[in-house]
């Protein structure tokens, strides 16, 4: 058996051997130089146009360029964020992908396309694309963390659905000037995407079973109000009742997603406080006299022989977004679920 010639490099950090991959790391970070670059040759042509330059058709087209080019670093830039901390791996490359995708339908809008209409089906298909993205997340997040995978892959069909429908709207129904039905369709396959993905966001929130009822009538005053909305776009209800209820149940679920999420916030605090308070008290030998004392973190002084010393206790934190990682039951961070 013959011994692999170039082991793969491994670092050692807080006493925990990392595998590091090369030539993953130089890939990434050619990206992000790329994505520097661009940005900033984008800013010089950008000031120099606007500060020399004649505003005519060709001045306008640069512009909305520099701005296109911009959005898609954002928009990169937070895939690849995403893809370097391990989450939702196979989304963050699809993003990759689409995002390029809806760069090249702007390009074409701006420079290859004189029509109207046409520049408004690339520019809408590209916005398609990214409101597509955004209602992925919770459900991919929720199909790798493993924690309600029917909720998840369900948000990621409701995505996808909405997404084909508002194509078959931009591309078919809009230019014909028909279809109302179709396009109430499209309608309520957002709201059901958008109520999904909020729901999706809402599992992700832990909080003490003794509030589970807070959590149960938000998930209700999410279907409440995703069932009332998608009724008044298909069967056109009137009445001011109608809008009153919307608006109560609009209002109730805002309310009651805010009280989860400062609840979530809350246990995270005494979580860590808890752990904290669990780690201030320290046995030791005096390096003086050897008295066995327990003693605080801080300034504390020797019980026996008064030597005074200092001692400060460093807490491990995620790599990722520095929540406490002491004394947990597993080894993925709860705040972003990174593993460590």
Known sequence: ???????????????????????????????????????????????????????????????????????????????????????????????????????????????????????????????????LYLYAIPGADL???????????????????????????????????????????AMTSHVIAICLAHAGLLVRVAVPSNLAWMRLAAFASIAAFGSLVSAFILFDLKGDFVLRLMGALGVFDVSSTVALLIMWRLRRVDESEQRLVAQAQISLSCPRCGAQQCVTTGNCACASCGLRFKIEVEEPRCAGCQYPLWNLPNHRCPECGREF
Not at 105 to 126: F, H, K, R
Not at 157 to 167: Q, R
């Open 143 to 185: 199909l790798e963390r493993r924690a309600a995978p029917r909720l998840g892959l369900i948000a990621l069909i409701a995505a996808v659905v909405s997404f084909c429908y508002t194509l078959v709207a931009i591309w078919f129904l809009l230019p014909a000037g028909g279809g109302n039905s179709i396009m109430r369709a």
């Open 1 to 131: 058996m013959i011994a692999d010639p170039t082991p793969t490099p491994h670092a050692n950090v807080g006493g925990i051997e990392l595998a590091i991959n090369p030539a993953g790391i130089s890939m990434r970070r050619a990206f992000l130089w790329t994505l520097i670059i661009s940005v900033a040759l984008c800013a010089v042509i950008a000031i120099l146009t606007l500060l020399f330059a004649r505003f005519t058709d060709t001045t306008v087209r640069i512009l909305s360029t520099l701005g296109a080019i911009g959005g898609y670093a954002a928009a990169s830039v937070f895939c690849a964020t995403t893809l370097d901390r391990g989450l939702w791996p196979v989304l963050s490359r699809v993003g990759l992908g689409l995002f390029a995708i809806a760069l090249a339908l702007v390009m074409a809008a701006i420079w290859a396309v004189s029509d109207w209409e046409t520049i408004g089906q690339l520019n809408g298909t590209a916005t398609a694309i990214a409101v």
